[in-house]
């Protein structure tokens, strides 16, 4: 199983910006569709975005799209996460997973995320 760990969370105002990268382990991360999740205080934890293997596959959950880009350098074995014109409502704790190509993240276990908390 990929090892997955999140960074680039921090604190910023509405309107701005963060990049949150996700770095994994092993060889077959190239291989894998990915995608980005969050979880809100009192919320279940929700798909924003996600990436095909090759990267010529991205899709997002409407209330980020045109704010938010998926990347993805294999070389690196990261995939990105560009987040632009933040809201308040984007406040959460962000994850990665692999996931199917239903979007559906695909491992049980989850990372200890990144947090992003944007103030109004």
């Known amino acids: 199983q990929v090892q997955l760990v999140e960074s680039g969370g921090g604190l910023v105002r509405a309107g701005g910006s963060l990049r949150l990268s996700c770095a994994a382990s092993?060889?077959?991360?190239?291989?894998?569709?990915m995608g980005w999740f969050r979880q809100a205080p009192g919320k279940e934890r929700e798909f924003v975005a996600g990436?095909?293997?090759?990267?010529?596959?991205?899709y997002y959950q409407d209330s980020v799209k045109g704010r938010f880009t998926i990347s993805r350098d294999n070389a690196k074995n990261t995939v990105y996460l560009q987040m632009n014109s933040l809201k308040p409502e984007d406040t959460a704790v962000y994850y990665c997973n692999v996931v199917d190509t239903d979007w559906a993240p695909r491992f049980g276990s989850w990372g200890q995320g990144t947090q992003v908390t944007v103030s109004s």
């Open positions: 092993g060889r077959t991360f190239s291989s894998y569709w």
């Open positions: 990436i095909s293997w090759s990267g010529g596959r991205k």
